[in-house]
């Protein structure tokens, strides 16, 4: 059957199979999901049994499994190794869902008429995973593969892919291949194709400020003792000047600055300011002087405070002068800035910050490498192919403000560039309340993938 009228004939059952996959809560970050992480690495792995691949191992890690497949279908034939990841951000705040995380339902919105799947996981990244695999049941029923395909599925993506880097070392030979492949990015719009070319690099991490032994009477002591919430926020008010920029020592020694051809250039991707600061309900944008929002969102990097908390904030007034205050704190990178060498120079400074009344502790999280990737690769052209086929229009290269450390790993360790289509809105509240994922973007998707592996076989050897 060909391409389209398969994915026709089949389009419930997709969408059927994907509320299954979607209704397994595996959220990595939080250990009482421990097992519904590992039910989702086996739920993916026993589809990939019953598409009939080669192999299916599921690789047990220090943290969450990683999930391998592969079909061999020639060795003078391309490899794509699909990347992506199965675990998912915690649902939480709950009440602001307007249907539970874990049931998935399909209700229409403005930017998606045909309907959006709401669920933990929609769009990041279980519905953009599982459109690799329905392709790749969409191949294997046309016929020999055009390409051989490996699949490498991870469950610790959203807490900093931890026990990534060692297994991809480990593995380095099993995973050789002639592209990476991930769709765990955003489309510019529906109508708009996009691939994303750079992504930006993480640093993360906590400071604490402690200053009396225990909490105090704010009326025996306010006065005379330094409030750790107070010196926490003129702390980190300090951290950016008037012109938006970071105030830490070093910060941009290692920034790559665009030329004014490549800004004009990424001033060419269409941005409607209003409409941006509408959808997500602000009167105007704020950020670095001199950059403009797809710029401050791409190229640029940032400080941004996650959290803070310390103090009183139950029901009422409690007339208290905290011990202690704390902020989760992270800084969005662009090449060829280094987490650890921007967690250094944070930390010095933070601590260099601190008054002699109260102490300061800087704890690091996870971070990751900042990533570009070329558009003069066999791969970018064979993407390119294939979206224009499916969406009838030229893709527009894109620089985006996510992270997904492994990418830069990928580059170091496969000496490959990766493709990233992906297939997400901006708009599709991932990590948010009610994420969704477009059914039309869900099946585009899957469309434009079998277009992908046909491509990238024909360019190879061309
Ligand atoms: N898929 C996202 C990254 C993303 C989203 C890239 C939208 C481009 C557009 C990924 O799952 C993610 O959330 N990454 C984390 C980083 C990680 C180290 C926790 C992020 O960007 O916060
Ligand atoms: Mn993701
Ligand atoms: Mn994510």
Redesign the pocket.
Request: avoid cysteine.
């Given at each position: 059957m060909d391409p389209v009228s398969y994915l026709e004939a089949n389009q419930e059952r997709f969408l059927a199979e994907l509320d299954a996959f979607l209704r397994i809560p595996s959220v990595s970050s939080d250990s009482r999901h421990a097992a519904d992480v590992k039910r989702a690495a086996d739920w993916l792995a026993d589809e990939f049994r019953r598409l009939g691949a080669d192999r299916v191992e599921i690789y047990p890690t220090p943290g969450h499994p990683v999930v391998y497949a592969e079909q061999h279908a020639g060795d003078h034939l391309p490899t794509i190794l699909v990347y992506g990841?199965y675990d998912v951000q915690p649902p939480d705040p709950l009440d602001l869902w307007d249907s539970p995380p874990f049931e998935p339902v399909i209700k229409a919105t403005p930017l998606h008429p045909q309907g959006a799947i709401f669920a933990r996981g929609s769009c990041?990244?279980k519905g953009q995973v599982y459109m690799h695999v329905k392709a790749f049941e969409m191949l294997k029923q046309q016929g020999p593969l055009p390409c051989n395909v490996k699949f490498l599925v991870e469950g610790e993506?959203?807490v900093?892919s931890t026990n990534l880097e060692g297994f991809v070392k480990q593995y380095r030979d099993m995973l050789r291949a002639g592209v990476v492949l991930i769709s765990?990015?955003?489309l510019l719009s529906i109508d708009t194709p996009s691939i994303?070319v750079g992504?930006r690099g993480?640093a993360y991490l906590e400071v604490t400020v402690t200053g009396p032994s225990r909490d105090l009477h704010s009326g025996v002591y306010g006065g005379a003792v330094d409030n750790p919430i107070n010196v926490l926020c003129q702390m980190i008010a300090s951290l950016k000047d008037a012109q938006g920029r970071v105030a830490i020592p070093g910060f941009y020694d290692r920034v790559v600055n665009l030329s004014e051809a490549e800004r004009a250039e990424l001033a060419r991707r269409p941005h409607d300011e209003a409409a941006y600061c509408e959808s997500i309900g602000i009167r105007q944008t704020g950020g670095e002087a001199g950059y403009s929002t797809p710029e401050r969102t791409s190229i640029r990097p940032t400080l941004d405070v996650n959290g803070m908390w310390g103090g009183y904030t139950g029901e009422g007034a409690k007339t208290v002068l905290p011990s202690k205050a704390s902020a989760k704190i992270s800084m969005r990178l662009v090449p060829d800035q280094h987490p650890d060498e921007i967690t250094r120079l944070f930390t010095e400074h933070f601590l260099r910050l601190a008054p002699p009344t109260v102490s300061v502790t800087v704890t690091p999280h996870?971070g990751?490498n900042a990533a570009v990737v070329s558009t003069e690769t066999p791969a970018y052209r064979a993407a390119a192919l294939a979206m224009e086929d499916t969406f009838g229009k030229r893709p527009i290269p894109t620089r985006?403000g996510?992270?997904?450390?492994i990418v830069a790993l990928f580059q170091r360790e496969l000496g490959l560039d990766p493709v990233l289509m992906g297939f997400g809105l901006d708009s599709d509240a991932?990590?948010s309340p009610n994420e969704h994922y477009g059914v039309l973007n869900y099946l585009k998707g899957i469309e434009t993938i079998e277009r992908f592996h046909h491509h990238f076989a024909a360019l190879h050897g061309a």
């Open positions: 990841h990041d990244d993506e959203e900093g765990d990015t955003s994303t992504l993480l996870h990751g985006e996510g992270s997904i450390p991932i990590h």
